[in-house]
C-alpha cells in the first residue's frame, strides 16, 4: 500500500470547512464512484483500491488515503489532484 498525508490550514469555521471537505467527497463520489460518510469530525471515503479520511479540525484539515497495490503508481496523480482540491475549498488563515 502507498500512502499519502496531506495537512493544510485554513482560516474558516469548523461549519465551512466541513462544508468544503464535504464537496470534495461530492466530486471525488461523481469522478470515482467513491462514497462517503462522516464520522464525528472525520469524512472517511473508500471504494476499491483506496479508503481513507479527512479530519476537519478548528483550524487545520488532514487528509489521508491508502492506496491500493493498482493505485499506488498514480499516487504523484492522485496527490497532485488532492492538493488542487485542497487549494480550491480550503481558505488559507489571513496573515497580520
Do not use: Y
Amino acid at each position: 500500500m502507498s500512502d499519502i498525508l496531506i495537512r493544510r490550514t485554513h482560516g474558516m469555521t469548523q461549519a465551512k470547512a466541513r462544508k468544503a471537505a464535504e464537496q470534495i467527497a461530492d466530486e471525488l463520489a461523481a469522478e470515482f464512484d467513491m462514497r462517503h460518510a462522516w464520522e464525528g469530525s472525520t469524512l472517511n471515503f473508500s471504494r476499491t483500491g483506496v479508503h481513507g479520511c479527512i479530519v476537519v479540525g478548528a483550524k487545520e484539515v488532514e487528509v489521508r488515503a491508502k492506496l491500493g497495490f493498482l493505485l499506488a503508481f498514480l499516487r504523484p496523480k492522485i496527490e497532485q489532484e488532492i492538493h488542487r482540491f485542497c487549494d480550491e475549498k480550503f481558505v488559507p488563515p489571513r496573515s497580520g
